[in-house]
């Protein structure tokens, strides 16, 4: 086995495992009781599997990224008795059940003997179960699938026969421990003697694993079609055994990858070990899913249980030593899958797939759908029910529809959901009040310290997210600068700002004014204000009206009377999207034919991503790649303001047909800082206004763009006459 710099002899691996089996065994685990494995792929995730088969015990991996809730759930489900872990003493959602951590754990005291049923808390049988790999659940709740050692035993022997693997060969295991394919991986390996790749646990495909693949001179693998697209077939040569599982494998991709190795079709619903059919692939030809592998019956059966002819569309149903035993708990669900087998002995059963097939005079298997709402994506069977349930739990939603779409880049779910916006709960609505007085709290303490020296330079708080420290004074001024123009090329005259704060764009927009109303949560940032303007006896104070209110407060503002109306910097403290746009709702109401509301600094929701691992990156030390993945995960799941996707304002437009522009732009600005990469402007134009449609403008990737000088030159061969508005933009 070589795991990076690490390499273990089959020996080694026998003797760790089984030392650790020994330390398992001493811990309560035999046959019939699961260990939890919460490990990433590593030795130690070898070593881990091969130890709790040996001591008889069910192996029961968790993805230590999934939720809390989901981890639990799964330790709770099986019953767990201990947690393996590697790199850490810590599992959430393990509760009191003892944790074990592999690396540095001392093993010297613990016999390499072979592990007998004399040593073990009950004889092993070739029927109990060896692992558990939980699937996605129509009702939301996942299906642990219980697999027995009989299926595996049977499985590793037909792989040995299909693909001809010897001692010379090495295998890759890259698939998640909580896909069966994983366990393939190590079966697949051990079956033949070959030299076992271990993958690194953050690389899955693309340039990275072709790498991988070339170093290490692989020459077998099993992956999704999704990931075989990704890799580099040129600098390949070496992978002459290829197999294709987990989602459909498109002929175009048997074309590109098939001449010159022996590349293979697997199918096999997690319910049955691993895979049960497997064609050979051969370019040109059709892609089907092949005959069953030894030991496996498969039938192609109609509603009334009767086989089907060749040719005729029917349901699959499997039985055999590589049946799955049911579902954890699931008695119920059990019997509904797992149905009493007409044709064989009394007391077996048969497991029905839910996938149409059809016989080929071959006696090949072509695969031509599902009976039911389950998908297979990425290796990964996902009721499609149990998202929908999902999203059906938020109050918010009214309907719910989840899909599988088919772009450029792959498969993808999309849901789709209906929202009822008067959903609102008294939770909702005191929820909300709570947070807008928080962020007036804090606010209040910010304004309530020293003022600064000059009025309407006040940029205290604005702190870089990458150091925590003070963004530079000649940054904010270009910042501030910039968000003036803007405001001002809209020709502002009777002006109304919500969320004023300090003062910095009053005192550059305010004089050139016939009116500016300015308005702020915070009764202390609005005495600064006043208190400001009158010590410096500015000559345009009398035309500024200054108001202590929350941004949804209008009462006392003349409707149809403002042509300008500035939310800076200010939309992210809000509690929601719904109370966002409240305030827009209210702010139309107050703006007069032609005018415009200019909402800006908005925190993009696209760019959040990008933006978390910037940050994590610039304070990540020494941190590896799994430890900047897992602080930008905790720091998007923590994130308090709101952030919104510009997608928001032209949805928002939709169904306001007084809101004829919605004109979006990033910021502009030299420097190099967060506000300028992941924030952006909008300006909503009310009726009547001279809009310029983008619609039919071209979309392009950044791929396309051919760099910042391809960037240039395509903005400025579309540049609009100088005739054009170039302020508005139709809300499609």
């Known amino acids: 086995m070589i795991d990076g710099a690490r390499a273990l002899s089959y020996r080694e691996l026998d003797e760790w495992s089984t030392r650790l089996a020994r330390k398992l065994i001493d811990a309560g685990v035999g046959p ?22 040996k001591a008889g015990g069910i192996y029961a991996p968790v993805d230590l990224d999934h939720p809390v809730e989901r981890i639990a759930s799964v330790l709770d489900a099986v019953d767990a008795v201990c947690v393996l872990t590697c790199g850490t003493d810590d599992v959430a959602g393990a509760g009191t059940r003892p944790i074990v951590r592999l690396d540095g754990l001392d093993l010297s005291a613990c016999s390499a003997q072979e592990i007998t049923d004399a040593d073990r808390l009950s004889p092993l049988r070739a029927g109990d179960t060896a692992y558990l790999i939980f699937t996605s659940g129509s009702t939301g709740v996942p299906k642990g699938v219980a697999v027995g050692h009989s299926g595996m035993l049977g499985w590793a022997a037909a792989q040995r026969e299909l693909f001809g693997l010897g001692s010379d060969a090495r295998v890759l295991m890259v698939a998640s421990p909580t896909f069966d394919a994983s366990v393939g991986e190590l079966l697949l390996a051990a079956g033949s003697g070959a030299a076992l790749v ?33 890799l580099d077939r040129a600098r390949l040569d070496r992978l002459d055994t290829l197999v294709a599982v987990g989602e459909a494998c498109l002929p175009e991709l048997v074309d590109a990858w098939a001449p010159g190795r022996q590349m293979f079709n697997g199918y096999g619903p997690s319910e049955t070990t691993i895979w049960v059919t497997c064609a050979r692939l051969s370019a040109g030809e059709p892609v089907r899913i092949g005959a069953p592998i030894s030991g496996v019956c498969a039938r192609v059966l109609d509603a009334w249980l009767n086989p089907v002819p060749v040719g005729v569309v029917g349901e699959l149903y499997l039985s055999g030593p590589a049946l799955g035993h049911g579902y954890l708990g699931r ?14 002995a009394p007391g077996t059963r048969m497991y029905r797939t839910g996938d149409l097939v059809r016989w080929m005079s071959d006696g090949t298997l072509d695969y031509l759908g599902r009976a039911d709402n389950q998908i297979k994506l990425r290796g990964q069977r996902i009721e499609l029910g149990e998202i929908e349930n999902t999203l059906l739990a938020c109050p918010q939603v009214t309907q719910a529809a989840v899909t599988v779409a088919d772009t450029a880049t792959g498969s993808h779910l999309v849901a789709y959901v209906t929202l009822d916006h008067n959903a609102t709960t008294d939770r909702d609505l005191q929820q909300d009040a709570e947070d807008v007085q928080e962020w007036q709290h804090l606010y209040d303490d910010l304004y309530g310290a020293d003022l600064a020296a000059n009025f309407g330079e006040d940029f205290r708080g604005w702190n870089s997210s990458y150091t925590g420290e003070p963004i530079p004074l000649e940054e904010m001024v270009e910042w501030r600068s910039a968000t003036v123009d803007r405001i001002k090329s809209l020709r502002p005259r009777r002006v109304l700002e919500i969320g004023a704060g300090s003062g910095l764009l009053l005192s550059q927009i305010a004089p050139h004014c016939d009116q500016y109303v300015a308005t702020d949560f915070s009764a202390v940032a609005i005495d600064n204000l006043a208190r400001a303007m009158e010590r410096l006896q500015l000559p345009w104070r009398d035309r500024v009206e200054l108001l202590t209110q929350p941004a949804h407060v209008t009462d006392g503002l003349p409707q149809g009377h403002f042509d300008t109306i500035i939310l800076n910097s200010v939309v992210q403290y809000f509690p929601n999207a719904g109370y966002l746009a409240q305030v827009i709702d209210k702010a139309m109401e107050l703006l007069a034919p032609g005018g415009a509301v200019f909402i800006g600094d908005i925190r993009n929701h696209t760019l959040q991503g990008a933006f978390q691992t910037a940050i994590a990156l610039a304070r990540g030390d020494a941190a590896d790649a799994a430890e900047i993945r897992q602080r930008v995960r905790h720091a998007t799941l923590g994130e308090t303001e709101l952030l919104l996707a510009p997608e928001f304002f032209t949805s928002w437009a939709r169904s306001r047909p007084e809101a004829v522009g919605i004109d979006i732009r990033v910021k502009r600005g030299m420097a190099d800082n967060e506000l300028n990469r992941h924030r952006y402007d909008v300006a ?23 760099g910042l000088r391809g960037l240039r030159e395509t903005l400025t061969s579309r540049r609009p006459p100088p005739s054009a508005s170039p302020t508005s933009r139709a809300p499609d």
């Open 198 to 230: 271990v993958a690194p646990p953050q690389l899955y495909a693309g340039e990275a694993l072709t790498a991988l693949l070339h170093d290490q001179r692989v020459s077998a693998a099993i992956l999704t079609p999704t990931v075989i697209s990704t």
């Open 684 to 706: 909503i134009h009310k009726a009547p206004a001279a809009v310029r449609s983008v619609a039919d403008e071209p979309t392009l990737t950044w791929a396309q763009c051919n």
């Open 331 to 344: 008695v119920e669900l059990t019997a509904e899958r797992f149905v009493a087998n007409p044709f064989g």
């Open 32 to 53: 019939e009781r699961a260990v939890g494995v919460a490990i990433g792929r590593c030795a130690e995730l070898v070593v881990a599997w091969w130890a709790v088969v």
